[in-house]
């Protein structure tokens, strides 16, 4: 079964200071994971995706991805916030060998202050 | 952007009527999905569609139908609207293939009353 978890729901960090959401996938499967961001009352655009070339993956907006198998995590990082950036963050696992249902964690709201 | 538009945007109903929400897509992807997502929980899946007429349930399907008649559109129906169905609705679609994302339409915001 895939899932997975997110492990903080609020992030707050001050503008110009790095960012960390942290996610740690299951999957019985080499997974395909991605990172999805959601501004205040708008739809879902994608960050950036794992497709297993690299296991440092580059997004949108300067946000960066580390698939560590060993530990079964898909932290998103940028290395400076921005206040743009305030917005729910979603890691998401498809299930490629299922009509590539994508399941979603819970989110983390990242509050960026000034 | 991907082409997925949903109707409506808004919908304000009374508790036991019938509602549906539609998903148009002009990408010619295979697959649909519909999701629900509420405070604390993310996106669920409610239902998904892998072809014409081919659906299958997700983790939330129970007061929910769908079909999908036609290539590029698919339907979401609430039998008999309850307050536990106040939600944003979204539709998503996926092509077939590895690593493939998923694509979102704008959301339906739906307030049973």
């Known amino acids: 079964a895939q899932s997975v978890t997110q492990l903080d729901s609020h992030v707050s960090v001050s503008e110009g200071t790095p960012v960390l959401l942290r996610c740690n996938y299951s999957?019985?499967?080499?997974?395909?994971l991605f990172w999805y961001v959601q501004h205040p009352n708008k739809g879902l655009q994608l960050l950036l995706k794992?497709?297993?070339?690299?296991?440092l993956v580059k997004g949108i907006n300067g946000f960066e991805a580390e698939f560590k198998k060993s530990e079964t995590s898909f932290h998103l990082t940028k290395p400076s916030a921005h206040m743009s950036d305030a917005a729910e963050y979603f890691c998401v696992v498809s299930d490629r060998r299922n009509f590539n249902k994508f399941y979603f964690g819970s989110g983390t709201k990242l509050n960026v202050k000034p | 952007d991907a082409g997925i538009t949903q109707s409506p945007r808004h919908k304000v109903t009374e508790t036991g009527t019938p509602v549906t929400l539609r998903c148009h897509q002009t990408e010619n992807h295979r697959y649909m999905y519909w999701y629900r997502q509420d405070p604390g929980h993310g996106l669920r899946l409610i239902h998904y569609?892998?072809?014409?007429?081919?659906?299958d349930k997700g983790e939330v399907s129970d007061g929910y139908s769908v079909s999908r008649s036609k290539t590029e559109d698919f339907l979401l129906t609430l039998e008999s609207a309850t307050s536990s169905q106040t939600s944003v609705y979204f539709c998503a679609i996926s092509d077939q293939g590895a690593n493939t994302e998923a694509f979102f339409g704008q959301g339906t915001r739906l307030t049973v009353v």
């Open positions: 569609s892998y072809g014409v007429k081919d659906t």
């Open positions: 999957s019985s499967y080499s997974p395909s």
């Open positions: 794992y497709t297993s070339a690299a296991t």
